[in-house]
């Protein structure tokens, strides 16, 4: 593996921010405002991640696309009144921005991959204090929708990185799925929103319980692949 460039694509809901209280809330509040069937809030964490006309399809599989559009614009409505609210803010999971910091220290190259749109990702960036960390950002609204590999293929092509020189960092099985789609390397995280037994079956190659672990699970990684 190339020492100049490593890429670490890194999910963003579940995995580097819990949002899953804010995320819950609109899409109860986009449901209540269409008159459909509320989901419980468990099948919404389960959908974390899908893009979000993909997401609420995946809530509402007995209603229309057109209504599933409608419902996607109210969700997106009631997400940016909830960010305007002080006390809805979506915490970084404990020691992110220290891991963050080291990959950086050990020459990693930064991205995005996420099913948040371009908005929301800018909101969390200026509010986390992160504007301009992140070589590569890709979203839904430039994207396939995940698991399609297409954002971890467009990520490698925008900074120049090898798959092999590459590992997305998620919490869903959807993320897993990507990186194995697009050959990359797919670690999992314990803390999100699907169990660590599904991130296994999906394809992830290891797992960590928590931010401190991150660099030297990488380090290990790629001491893995050089080895002769």
């Excluded at 204090?129 to 609204?141: C, L, M, P, S, Y």
């Amino acid at each position: 593996m190339p020492d100049s460039l490593r890429l670490a694509v890194f999910d963003v809901d579940g995995t580097l921010i819990d949002s899953q209280h804010n995320i819950v809330e609109a899409m109860s509040a986009a449901c209540r405002a269409h008159g459909v069937e509320v989901p419980r809030p468990e099948a919404v964490r389960r959908i974390i991640g899908l893009s979000l006309v993909e997401a609420v399809a995946a809530l509402l599989p007995g209603h229309e696309a057109e209504r599933h559009r409608r419902i996607a614009h109210s969700y997106k409505e009631a997400f940016a009144a909830l960010r305007l609210q002080h006390e809805r803010q979506e915490p970084l999971f404990p020691g992110a921005r220290e891991a963050l910091a080291a990959l950086e220290a050990d020459g990693w190259i930064l991205g995005l991959a996420t099913g948040k749109s371009r908005r929301g990702v800018a909101a969390m960036l200026e509010r986390c204090g992160f504007e301009g960390i992140f070589a590569t950002v890709q979203t839904a609204d430039d994207n396939p929708g995940k698991p399609h590999p297409g954002m971890l293929l467009r990520a490698m092509e925008a900074v120049g990185a090898e798959a092999e020189a590459t590992v997305m960092i998620g919490d869903t099985t959807f993320d897993m799925l990507m990186a194995r789609g697009a050959g990359t390397g797919a670690l999992g995280v314990a803390w999100g929103y699907h169990g660590v037994d599904e991130l296994l079956e999906a394809g992830a190659e290891l797992l960590i319980e928590e931010y401190a672990a991150l660099p030297q699970a990488l380090r290990e990684r790629r001491c893995a692949l050089v080895r002769p």
